[in-house]
Protein backbone atom coordinates (compact mmCIF):
# COMPACT_ATOMS: atom_id res chain seq x y z
CA UNK A 1 0.00 0.00 0.00
CA UNK A 2 1.12 3.80 -0.62
CA UNK A 3 1.43 5.85 2.43
CA UNK A 4 2.85 9.57 2.60
CA UNK A 5 4.12 10.71 5.75
CA UNK A 6 4.95 14.44 6.37
CA UNK A 7 7.76 15.59 8.92
CA UNK A 8 8.93 19.01 9.43
CA UNK A 9 6.12 20.78 11.15
CA UNK A 10 6.10 23.10 14.30
CA UNK A 11 5.96 25.51 16.17
CA UNK A 12 8.02 29.06 15.06
CA UNK A 13 8.37 32.72 15.17
CA UNK A 14 7.13 35.11 12.83
CA UNK A 15 10.21 35.66 10.53
CA UNK A 16 11.64 31.88 11.16
CA UNK A 17 11.70 28.82 8.56
CA UNK A 18 10.42 25.58 8.62
CA UNK A 19 11.39 22.73 5.69
CA UNK A 20 8.39 20.11 5.50
CA UNK A 21 8.97 16.97 3.92
CA UNK A 22 6.57 14.64 2.38
CA UNK A 23 8.03 10.93 1.32
CA UNK A 24 6.05 8.20 -0.26
CA UNK A 25 6.46 4.75 0.97
CA UNK A 26 5.50 1.75 -1.57
CA UNK A 27 4.77 2.23 -5.48
CA UNK A 28 3.28 4.69 -7.30
CA UNK A 29 2.58 5.42 -10.87
CA UNK A 30 3.71 7.36 -12.75
CA UNK A 31 3.20 10.67 -10.32
CA UNK A 32 2.35 13.97 -12.28
CA UNK A 33 2.14 16.09 -10.08
CA UNK A 34 3.20 16.88 -6.41
CA UNK A 35 1.86 19.71 -4.07
CA UNK A 36 1.38 20.88 -0.74
CA UNK A 37 -2.32 22.49 0.56
CA UNK A 38 -2.48 23.67 4.06
CA UNK A 39 -5.95 24.52 5.90
CA UNK A 40 -6.36 26.84 8.78
CA UNK A 41 -9.51 26.83 11.19
CA UNK A 42 -12.67 28.21 9.82
CA UNK A 43 -11.29 27.82 6.39
CA UNK A 44 -11.16 25.73 3.35
CA UNK A 45 -8.20 23.69 2.05
CA UNK A 46 -6.24 25.69 -0.30
CA UNK A 47 -3.63 24.67 -2.35
CA UNK A 48 -0.06 26.43 -1.46
CA UNK A 49 2.50 25.03 -3.80
CA UNK A 50 2.53 22.60 -6.82
CA UNK A 51 5.31 21.55 -8.83
CA UNK A 52 5.15 19.17 -12.22
CA UNK A 53 9.25 19.16 -12.79
CA UNK A 54 11.75 21.66 -11.53
CA UNK A 55 11.05 24.33 -13.64
CA UNK A 56 7.23 23.90 -13.62
CA UNK A 57 5.85 25.46 -10.26
CA UNK A 58 2.99 26.86 -9.18
CA UNK A 59 2.39 29.54 -5.72
CA UNK A 60 -0.44 30.77 -4.01
CA UNK A 61 -0.29 34.84 -3.99
CA UNK A 62 0.27 34.84 0.22
CA UNK A 63 3.10 32.69 -0.60
CA UNK A 64 4.99 33.92 -3.46
CA UNK A 65 8.52 34.64 -2.68
CA UNK A 66 8.54 33.18 0.84
CA UNK A 67 8.22 29.34 0.03
CA UNK A 68 10.32 26.98 -2.63
CA UNK A 69 8.51 23.86 -3.32
CA UNK A 70 10.96 20.84 -4.89
CA UNK A 71 10.78 17.35 -5.68
CA UNK A 72 13.20 14.26 -5.50
CA UNK A 73 11.74 12.25 -7.74
CA UNK A 74 13.84 9.16 -7.34
CA UNK A 75 12.97 8.87 -3.53
CA UNK A 76 9.36 9.73 -4.42
CA UNK A 77 9.32 13.18 -2.11
CA UNK A 78 8.27 16.63 -2.17
CA UNK A 79 9.27 19.54 0.09
CA UNK A 80 8.45 22.66 1.05
CA UNK A 81 10.74 25.19 2.42
CA UNK A 82 9.16 27.84 4.08
CA UNK A 83 10.81 31.59 4.88
CA UNK A 84 9.79 34.79 6.48
CA UNK A 85 6.92 32.88 8.16
CA UNK A 86 3.39 35.05 9.14
CA UNK A 87 1.13 34.00 11.63
CA UNK A 88 -1.48 33.74 8.83
CA UNK A 89 0.62 30.83 7.25
CA UNK A 90 -0.75 28.87 10.49
CA UNK A 91 -2.83 25.69 9.06
CA UNK A 92 -2.34 22.30 8.93
CA UNK A 93 -0.14 21.40 5.96
CA UNK A 94 -0.98 18.21 3.46
CA UNK A 95 0.90 16.74 1.50
CA UNK A 96 -0.59 16.13 -1.91
CA UNK A 97 0.13 13.81 -5.08
CA UNK A 98 -1.72 13.39 -8.50
CA UNK A 99 -0.70 10.37 -10.19
CA UNK A 100 -1.89 8.24 -13.08
CA UNK A 101 -5.48 7.07 -13.68
CA UNK A 102 -6.69 9.95 -11.54
CA UNK A 103 -5.04 8.60 -8.64
CA UNK A 104 -4.72 10.81 -5.63
CA UNK A 105 -2.93 10.81 -2.26
CA UNK A 106 -2.86 12.57 0.80
CA UNK A 107 -0.31 13.00 3.66
CA UNK A 108 -1.61 12.86 7.23
CA UNK A 109 -1.22 16.55 8.19
CA UNK A 110 1.63 18.09 9.90
CA UNK A 111 0.94 21.40 12.04
CA UNK A 112 2.63 24.79 11.27
CA UNK A 113 2.07 27.34 14.04
CA UNK A 114 3.78 30.79 13.89
CA UNK A 115 3.73 32.72 16.51
CA UNK A 116 3.83 36.67 16.74
Known amino acids: QVQLVESGGGLVQAGGSLRLSCAAS????????MGWYRQAPGKQRELVAS???????NYADAVKGRFTISRDNAKNAVYLQMNSLKPEDTAVYYC??????????WGQGTQVTVSS
Open 96 to 105: HIAAAFNQIY
Open 26 to 33: GSIFSIKT
Open 51 to 57: IIRADIT
